[in-house]
């Protein structure tokens, strides 16, 4: 992983990359609210079998955001992460507390979606 790191942070320095606004880290159980840092998508379980993701919203309102994996479970989403540990997600994530924030995260990026913020 710190060769995956140091290669990323090259890319991103060169400009071949953009620097995302996620990098992920796959943990063993579930972490505590204060254990999800700003820029970090954790991903709960082992690499075959992942349960959830949980990172901070990009929205501002610093809540933490659980999305569980398990595709028996509605609604679930799917995490895929290349080999630089950027991540997408499908489908999008709309929070419906006071952030009203609605976006997709593909390749470790933010990308809002146009109804975002709106009641």
């Known amino acids: 992983m710190f060769f995956h790191r140091v290669i990323r942070q090259v890319l991103t320095w060169l400009h071949i990359i953009r620097q995302p606004n996620f990098f992920t880290k796959i943990v063993p159980q ?3 609210p204060e254990e999800v840092k700003p820029r ?3 991903i709960v ?3 075959g079998e992942r349960k959830w993701v949980c990172f901070r919203c990009p929205g501002g309102c ?3 955001i659980l999305l569980s994996l398990n ?3 509605h609604p679930c989403w799917t995490i895929s992460t290349d ?3 950027r991540a997408t997600i499908y489908p999008s ?3 419906l507390n006071d952030c009203r924030c609605h976006f997709w995260i ?3 990026n933010v990308e809002w979606c146009p109804d975002s913020g709106e009641k």
């Open 40 to 42: 970090q998508m954790l």
């Open 62 to 64: 610093g809540e933490t």
């Open 106 to 108: 593909r390749q470790g």
């Open 83 to 85: 080999w630089l540990g």
């Open 71 to 73: 595709q028996s479970r």
């Open 93 to 95: 994530i709309k929070q």
């Open 45 to 47: 379980g082992e690499a």
């Open 30 to 32: 579930h972490p505590t």
